[in-house]
Every structure is written in C-alpha cells, then in structure tokens.
C-alpha cells in the first residue's frame, strides 16, 4: 500500500531565504506526482505536476524535483516571502483499479517570517 | 478557469440527522472525489465517480454514501451523521484520459460539525 511522508511537518523561515520540502513515497510505481498549497480554511490549489517520465517542472519560484528509484521529491521556493506560508502538500497518483486515486502526504506547515 | 464550487462551507448538524454536500464542477470533467481532511491524517478518500451514475469506494466508505445522477454535479450523504464525522470535507474533479497528465482541481471546503 503506497503510503506518501512529508517532514518536516512545520517550518518557519525569515524571507528571502531558499527552502526546500521534502516528499517521500514508498512504493515507486507512480504515475505522477503533484504538489499542491492550501491556505488556512481553504481548498487545495495545484502548483506542479510532475509526469512519472520527467525530473523536475518549474513554475516562477517553484522548481519540484521527481526521483523515482529512490521514492523522493523535493519542492525548491526560491526567495520565500510572506505571502508563500500555507501548508504545502505532495500527493502521488499510482497505479491499480482505482488509477485516478491520489494518496497525500499529511503535508508541510511553513511560515515566512517577515 | 475550472471551478469545483461546494454550496455549503459551513454546517451545524445534530447527531442522527441525514447530511447532504453538494458539489458541482464546470469544466465537464469525467472524475469527480470526496476527501475529508483531519489534522494529523491528512487527505482521506471517501468515494469517487468517473462517470454518471458509476461510483467507488475509497478508503473511508463507512457512514457515507454518495450520488451522481448529472456529469457536473456529485453528491456526498451521511445517512445518520455521527460526532466522528466532524472533519473538513473537499470535492474535487479531474479529466479522465492521458491519466500522467491530469491535474486534479479542488472546491474550497465543507466545514461540517456534528453535535
């Protein structure tokens, strides 16, 4: 049973600086990955998706890295601001009956200190 | 731009009472999902739908039924709402097809509380 992990669970920065999260799954026949945002009280918004065929996707300050063979990605937030806490989540679409399954990870709480 | 519009974000229910959340998508999407979310216990899947009338289980059925009887809008029941089910629930909607490359789009949230 796949099963996706997301530490640190919270994080707090100063802004400015690069951060990174990680996002681990255990079993690596994945279709794709995506990694989506949710502010406090609110739903999930997408950011990256990546394709189980690729390696990374960037969008503006966001760069997501995919490694299968090892169950990894990581999503890189250059310059953080203010305005980038949320809590971020990764979640793996896999294979088997049910192939439009997602499986989240419980996701990363950061908070960008002003 | 996609929309997955949930019609109640707030619910007070009693125990007992039968519960319906609605949620309805524009983008004439195929896959449609309820997921509750539970701090500490992140996403969960409750049913999905990837066609009218078609349905099936998640990974947390139990106490849940749901209905798709049009293409645009999905259905969430709790036929006798329990304290337990006190969670934040999220639908959400996907295209069917080249599955690696559909993103999947997500409502703003039903916060139900069962007393």
């Known amino acids: 049973k796949q099963e996706v992990t997301q530490i640190p669970a919270a994080l707090s920065v100063p802004e400015g600086e690069n951060l990174v999260l990680n996002c681990s799954f255990t079993d690596s026949a994945i279709y794709n990955l995506q990694w989506f945002r949710q502010d406090p009280g609110k739903g999930l918004t997408s950011l990256l998706l990546i394709q189980s065929s690729q390696r990374e996707q960037t969008s503006g300050r966001l760069n997501a890295s995919l490694d299968k063979s090892s169950g990894r990605s990581t999503l890189y937030i250059a310059a953080s601001q203010p305005g980038d806490s949320a809590t971020y989540l990764c979640?793996?679409?896999?294979?088997?009956?049910?192939?439009?399954?997602?499986?989240f990870g419980t996701g990363t709480l950061l908070a960008v200190q002003p | 731009d996609v929309k997955v519009t949930q019609s109640s974000r707030y619910l007070v229910k009693r125990t007992g009472e039968k519960v319906f959340l609605e949620c309805v998508q524009d983008?004439?999407?195929?896959?449609m999902f309820w997921y509750r979310q539970d701090p500490g216990l992140g996403l969960r899947l409750i049913y999905f739908?990837?066609?009218?009338?078609?349905?099936e289980k998640g990974d947390i059925p139990e106490g849940y039924s749901v209905s798709r009887e049009k293409k645009e809008r999905f259905s969430l029941i709790l036929e006798s709402a329990s304290t337990n089910q006190t969670s934040m629930y999220l639908c959400a909607s996907s295209l069917t097809g080249q599955i690696s490359g559909n993103t999947i789009y997500f409502g703003e949230g039903s916060w139900l509380t069962v007393v």
């Open positions: 739908s990837y066609d009218v009338k078609m349905k």
């Open positions: 979640a793996v679409r896999g294979y088997g009956g049910a192939t439009n399954k997602l499986i």
């Open positions: 983008m004439d999407h195929e896959n």
